[in-house]
DNA sequence: CCATAACTTGAAGACTTCTTCATGTCTATA
DNA sequence: TATAGACATGAAGAAGTCTTCAAGTTATGG
């Protein structure tokens, strides 16, 4: 939600946790590609209806995808294209750490 | 932790919700501008001890971080360059909300 | 060797977040 | 205007996360 008023590295915080959850992160992904219509979102994402809809609704709350309807279907899009580049940071700290590990566990053998 | 053998939307949850708390985030953010002893942490961070070092242990199991004995001193350090990147990219894509919410406020008023 | 400073750890209760269920809304179409 | 399809919502129990407390390490100085 972005509450206003908070110090800075709180609404970090609140931030990173909207994006700490499997479904969340797989919408954003699916969602940078193109926009996707919510049953488009459900065949690709193994998860209830009612789950992807609270887990859109945590997203939408938070600013970061668009809602609107059209041709009897409701279609979800990113609010900003920021979060590609966020997801891409993300992407290349997560391959950093696997390497660090890769390498503490043949150090760990050697 | 990253356990291997993991979806890859589902470690970059985890190191998301790693990352949604605010004493570890100015942790990092501390950290990426030099090396800290706990004791420097904890007089920049509002905190007791033994919740700053729950936060460094989070941390350091997430393998973010790195620690070392010295002088009598426990040092911590940022383990992967990329941290910084990623922190950066959060903070523009958190201008980018708070711009499209001040957008949002707007129309809502006119 | 004892005390102290600097940290860490495990455990427990308070608090949040997740998932699912039942129900509700909206829209197109027969 | 009834019906069905496509989503959303509120609530509730289960599961996870936070903060703090008491107790434990580890090194250094007296």
Redesign the interface.
Known sequence: M?T?GL???????????T????A???IL?LLSERDHAVHELLSEIEIEPSNLSQQLGVLRR???VLQHREAGEVRYAI?????R???L??????S???D??AELRAQLRS
Chains 1, 2 share one sequence.
């Open positions: 972005l206003p110090p800075l590295y709180q609404a970090k915080a609140e931030f990173f946790r994006l700490g959850h499997p969340r992160i797989r992904e938070a600013g970061l609010a900003l294209p920021e979060v580049a966020l997801l940071s993300a992407r290349e700290l997560l950093g750490l696997i660090e590990q």
